[in-house]
C-alpha cells in the first residue's frame, strides 16, 4: 500500500514540475529585421493641377524607421514605419513653384511633413505579392489627419520589398489653402495625388 501510494505521489509531483515548467519557460520572442529604404530605387512624388498648367514634385524620405517581422506576410508583417520629409526638399522644375509650396507648407514652424503607421488592416495575395490596406498618421503643416492606404507589395530574392502605391487627397484636409498667384488669376486646385515607389532593405 505503501509503495503504490509513493508512486502515485511521484507521479503527481513529476506532472506539476512539468506544468512548472511549461507555463514559466519565456516565450521565445517574435525576431524582427530592421529596414531602411533603399534611396536609389525610391520616390514619392506630388502631383496636381491649376488653371493653367499641372505641376509635380518629388518628395524625399529621411530618418526611417522600420522594423519586418520575420513571419509570413499578414496583418502583423510590417510592425513599424515611420519617415519624415523635409519640405525644404520638396522639389519640382520650377523654382517659384518651390517657394510656393514651401510657404504654404508652413516650412519655419514645420519643416517637416510625417507619416507614421498605426496598422496594417488587411493583406490578400495578388498576382505574385501582395495587396496591403493600411491605416497611418500623416502629419502635414502641423495638422495630423489618419489616412488609409493600399499598395501593391513585392517580395523580391534578395531580400528587399518594393511597396507601390498611391493615396489622393485635399489641401484643405490639412487646413491649407490652395495656392494663388497674380492677383487670384493663378489657382491651384484642392486635389493632390501622392504615388509612391518604395523598396526597403535589410539595414546591414
Known amino acids: 500500500m505503501e509503495e503504490v501510494f509513493m508512486r502515485a505521489l511521484t507521479f503527481a509531483l513529476s506532472l506539476l514540475l512539468v ?3 511549461t507555463f514559466t ?5 517574435e525576431a524582427q529585421q530592421s529596414y531602411v529604404f533603399d534611396t536609389d530605387n525610391s520616390t514619392i512624388h506630388m502631383y496636381g493641377t491649376s488653371n493653367v498648367r499641372d505641376w509635380d514634385a518629388v518628395v524625399v524620405m529621411q530618418n526611417e524607421e522600420i522594423l519586418v517581422s520575420d ?11 515611420n519617415f519624415e520629409m523635409p519640405v525644404s526638399e520638396i522639389d519640382s522644375d520650377s523654382r517659384r513653384l518651390n ?3 514651401h510657404d504654404y ?10 507619416f507614421s503607421l498605426i ?3 488587411d493583406i490578400a495575395e495578388s498576382g505574385s505579392g501582395y495587396q496591403v490596406t493600411a491605416d497611418g498618421n500623416l502629419t502635414v503643416g502641423g495638422v495630423e489627419r489618419t489616412v488609409t492606404l493600399t499598395a501593391d ?3 523580391n530574392g534578395n531580400g528587399s520589398i518594393q511597396i507601390q502605391g498611391s493615396y489622393d487627397t485635399l489641401m484643405t484636409e490639412f487646413d491649407i489653402d490652395p495656392p494663388t498667384a497674380m492677383m487670384g ?3 491651384a486646385e484642392d486635389e493632390v495625388e501622392i504615388k509612391f515607389d518604395v523598396t526597403l532593405v535589410p539595414d546591414s
Open 99 to 101: 517657394n510656393n509650396i
Open 71 to 81: 513571419e509570413n506576410p499578414g496583418e502583423n508583417w510590417i510592425e513599424t514605419l
Open 185 to 187: 488669376s493663378i489657382r
Open 105 to 114: 507648407l508652413g516650412i519655419d514652424n514645420h519643416p517637416n511633413i510625417y
Open 25 to 29: 519557460m519565456p516565450v521565445e520572442a
Open 153 to 155: 507589395a513585392t517580395v
Open 119 to 121: 496598422e496594417i488592416t
Open 19 to 21: 506544468a512548472g515548467f
